[in-house]
């Protein structure tokens, strides 16, 4: 049986009761910070991604947040900020940002759900896996450029020349 199969059977079709539904399926450690927000933690290669939904009933928007902590040195942020734009010309659904203050890197994405449309839980599964491969896949890049002493162009061949399998 599907994930959709499987929850639709039941009568309850928030955008966040799916995503916990899925959390639980998928043995995530999640916290159901509102009705309409949750938090999870999601292990990837290279670290843990703290991703938070969230559900704006004003506009309809489902809204996907993944984020990891990087310090970079102050000298290096004009470098990381022209590799996040580098990055974000090679993503077609999200973007990354760099909050300063909170010291995070940050993904984000917002599936429209206009006109009473409903999420399917493959969707919000795409949704989150996306986040988590996306931040796998640059952040090797952002690492070389804020620790490494790497140049914005050459740190993205990292990402560009994605691997497959493992040594």
């Known amino acids: ?3 959709s199969e499987d929850f639709l059977q039941t ?3 928030h955008p966040i009761d799916i995503v916990e539904h899925l959390a639980e399926h998928r043995e995530w450690e999640f916290d159901r910070v509102a009705d309409d927000q949750i938090a999870m933690a999601v292990e990837g290669q290279w670290r843990t991604y703290s991703i938070t939904l969230a559900w704006s009933a004003y506009d309809e928007t489902l809204r996907l947040i993944c984020t990891f902590e990087m310090e970079p040195p102050e000298d290096r942020l004009a470098a990381l ?3 996040l734009n580098l990055a974000n010309d090679m993503c077609w659904g999200g973007g990354f940002t760099y909050w300063r203050d909170q010291r ?3 993904w984000r994405y917002g599936l429209m759900l ?7 839980p493959e969707q919000i599964e795409r949704l989150i896996s996306t986040a988590v491969l996306t ?3 640059f952040y090797p890049a952002f690492q070389l450029v804020a620790w490494g002493d790497q140049g914005p162009q050459q740190a993205i061949q990292v990402a560009i020349a994605e691997a497959y399998g493992r040594a």
Request: aromatic share 4%; hydrophobic share 45%; no cysteine.
């Open 1 to 3: 049986m599907s994930l």
């Open 11 to 13: 009568e309850e079709l």
């Open 81 to 83: 900020y022209e590799t």
């Open 104 to 106: 995070l890197m940050v």
């Open 114 to 120: 206009s006109g009473g449309q409903v999420a399917a």
């Open 135 to 137: 931040a796998e896949r």
